[in-house]
Every structure is written in C-alpha cells, then in structure tokens.
C-alpha cells in the first residue's frame, strides 16, 4: 500500500539551510509533490518533480530524488523567518489524480 | 479568479446536528477533493470527484456524503455531527498531469 513518511519537526536559524526528508513506498509514484502550509491557511503547491527526474532547482528550493530508496528531499537555501510554516511531501500515482499526504514536517526558523 | 472558496470559515455544532459544507472552484477543473486535516495525522481523503457526475470513496469516507452539484461545486454533508468530525476541512480541485492540486482556505469545524 501507499504510505508517505516524513520527520514531524526541524528547527533551523535564519540564514541556514534547511533540509527536509520524505520516503515513500510506492514504486509506481508519477509525481511528488511538495506544499507549504502557513498558519490557518490552506496547502500551496511549492514544487514538484517527475520521478524520472533526479534534481529540479527553483530559486532557493532544491528537490532530490533518490528512486531506488524511495526517499525524497526539499532543500531550502537561506532560510528565512517567512519560511516557518508546515511542508508536506505527497506522491501520486500513475494514472490516478488522488494525492497521498504525508503527515508533514513544522520548519521553525529563529532568527 | 478567487480560486476555491470555502464556507462557512468556522462552525460550531452540537452532536447530532446535521450540516453541509460548500465548495466552489472557477478554475474549470474537472477533479475535487474534500480532506480532513486532524494534529498528527496530515491530510486524510474523504471524499474526491474525479469528474462531473462521479464520486468516489477516499481514506476516511463514513459519517459523510457529498454531492457534485456541477462542474464548480462540490459540497460535503455531515447527516449526524460526531465529536470525532471535529476537524478542519479542506477542499481541493485539480485538472490534469501533473494534478497540482489547488486547496481552499479550510472550514475548522467543532462538535460539541
């Protein structure tokens, strides 16, 4: 079955890196995803890679894809106060539209 | 463009109470998606509406119907609020590959 995994908080200091991890168990994933999660607010879509891919760079988000461990990974350069809110990693699969969640990651960064 | 719209924003009921949850998108998408979001347990799916005139199961799907009322609405019904529907309630909807979906803004309910 599907199921998506990520670590449940990182704390960063302001102008750090920040990484944060996601496995996954379903081989067949198309896409993962990753969205951001402000306080009361609903999930944006920050970036997303196809799973032949191994790397997309966008601005300061760096996605890396290791297929063969399932693991997926968001970095974020420079990390900045406006970037503390909740990541959530998702994978869908082929040919369906539906989105599996993991329970995702609080990114607290200090300044 | 708004988007996906929500309401109501906040709700309060008592156990027992019914009450319906409305949807809309204008972005001409055919998929939508009613999720829970619960402390610890990320986003579940309730519900989901691959295209107009169809609806099917997700992940948490008992206590609640739905109705694609057209292409932009799709709306979630709670017949008799539990305790355990305390939550907050995301709507979603997406077109396709690669199926980024675009949330609402949530309704944070409470059953008392």
């Known amino acids: 079955g599907e199921d998506v995994e990520q670590s449940l908080f990182l704390s960063v200091r302001e102008g750090d890196s920040s990484v944060i991890n996601c496995t996954y168990t379903?081989?067949?994933?198309?896409?993962l995803y990753w969205y951001k999660q402000e306080p009361g607010a609903g999930l944006q879509l920050l970036t997303y890679?196809?799973?032949?891919?191994d790397m997309k760079q966008d601005q300061r988000l760096t996605v890396l894809l290791n297929k063969k461990d399932k693991h997926l990974s968001l970095r974020i350069a420079d990390t900045q106060t406006g970037d503390s809110a909740i990541y959530f990693c998702?994978?869908?699969?082929?040919?369906?539209?539906?989105?599996?969640f993991g329970k995702g990651t609080m990114l607290l960064v200090s300044p | 463009n708004a988007g996906v719209t929500q309401t109501p924003k906040f709700q309060v009921l008592k156990t027992g109470q019914s009450m319906t949850l409305q949807c809309a998108q204008d972005?001409?998408?055919?998929?939508m998606y009613w999720y829970r979001q619960d402390p610890g347990m990320g986003l579940r799916l309730i519900y989901y509406s691959a295209s107009e005139g169809t609806t099917d199961k997700g992940e948490v799907p008992n206590g609640y119907n739905v109705s694609r009322l057209n292409k932009r609405e799709f709306s979630l019904r709670l017949e008799s609020a539990a305790p355990s529907q305390t939550s907050v309630y995301f709507c979603a909807s997406t077109d396709r590959s690669p199926y980024e979906q675009y949330f609402g803004p949530g309704t944070r309910l409470t059953v008392t």
């Open positions: 890679i196809f799973s032949n891919m």
């Open positions: 379903d081989s067949s994933s198309t896409y």
């Open positions: 998702a994978e869908s699969l082929t040919g369906y539209s539906t989105l599996t």
């Open positions: 972005m001409n998408h055919n998929s």
